[in-house]
């Protein structure tokens, strides 16, 4: 997993709980590669889920609510970073059907070595699209926070739906987005 995840997620947990709570997690997790990550670096996906792990049990909070915030912010990130991305789209569903059709592929451009998920569009309309994540890491939720505020990017409000499905190659989760 690509360092730029793990600083992001370390500059949200200390916005949200503070810097004690990032060196606390970094701490108890035992990691690796110490939890010095650098934007351009790759580091095991378990020492997401560490992390994640840890600031469940110091926080009580579900770890899937916590990893949904996370997404969230990252795509505050996203369209701060890659805001021809989201021009390029215009309006949230497009956006939506962009990334496996260009963003990703585009992100594989600058980091040959990413580990990305695939996003196939099931069902489109002009109030509903369907969206199926299938990623072996399983971050359906981190999926969730990203389209929660995807759509804040564009100015509308969504009710999302998941539905976990297990599948052979990994851990699928079907997205109903619906524009209310
Ligand atoms: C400008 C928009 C976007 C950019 C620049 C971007 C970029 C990236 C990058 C750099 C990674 C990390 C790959 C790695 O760690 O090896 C990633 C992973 C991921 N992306 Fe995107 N992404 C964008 C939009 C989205 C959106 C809108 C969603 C969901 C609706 C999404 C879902 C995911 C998920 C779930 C992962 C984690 C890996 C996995 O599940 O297998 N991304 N993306």
Same mark, same amino acid.
């Given at each position: 997993?690509?360092?730029?995840? $793990?600083? +992001?997620?370390?500059? =949200?947990?200390? +916005?949200?709980?503070? #810097?004690?709570?990032?060196?606390? &997690? &970094?701490?108890?997790?035992?990691?690796?590669?110490?939890?010095?990550?650098?934007?351009?670096?790759? %580091?095991?996906?378990?020492?997401?889920?560490?992390?994640?792990?840890?600031?469940?049990?110091?926080?009580?909070?579900?770890?899937?609510?916590?990893?949904?915030? =996370?997404?969230?912010?990252?795509?505050?990130?996203?369209?701060?970073? $890659?805001?021809?991305?989201?021009?390029?789209?215009?309006?949230?569903? /497009? $956006?939506?059907?962009?990334? #496996?059709?260009?963003?990703? &592929? #585009?992100?594989?451009?600058? %980091?040959?070595?990413?580990?990305?998920?695939? =996003?196939?569009? #099931? +069902?489109?309309?002009?109030?509903?699209? !369907?969206?199926?994540?299938?990623?072996?890491?399983?971050?359906?939720?981190?999926? +969730?926070?990203? &389209?929660?505020?995807?759509?804040?990017?564009?100015?509308?409000?969504?009710?999302?739906?998941?539905?976990?499905?297990? !599948? /052979?190659?990994?851990?699928?989760?079907? =997205?109903?987005?619906?524009?209310?």
């Amino acid at each position: 997993m690509k360092g730029m995840v $793990f600083t +992001e997620f370390l500059d =949200f947990v200390g +916005e949200s709980f503070g #810097e004690d709570m990032v060196d606390d &997690i &970094i701490e108890v997790s035992a990691l690796p590669s110490g939890g010095a990550y650098t934007s351009v670096g790759t %580091y095991s996906h378990g020492e997401m889920v560490a992390l994640c792990g840890a600031l469940a049990d110091r926080t009580q909070q579900p770890v899937g609510d916590l990893v949904r915030a =996370f997404g969230e912010r990252l795509s505050d990130t996203f369209a701060r970073d $890659f805001p021809d991305f989201f021009r390029r789209a215009g309006n949230l569903f /497009d $956006f939506l059907e962009s990334i #496996e059709a260009h963003i990703h &592929i #585009e992100v594989r451009k600058l %980091y040959p070595d990413a580990e990305l998920p695939r =996003f196939v569009v #099931e +069902e489109r309309t002009a109030a509903r699209m !369907v969206l199926l994540y299938t990623s072996p890491r399983k971050m359906g939720h981190l999926s +969730e926070g990203l &389209i929660l505020g995807s759509a804040r990017q564009f100015g509308v409000d969504v009710r999302v739906t998941l539905h976990a499905l297990d !599948v /052979d190659e990994g851990m699928s989760t079907r =997205f109903v987005v619906d524009l209310v």
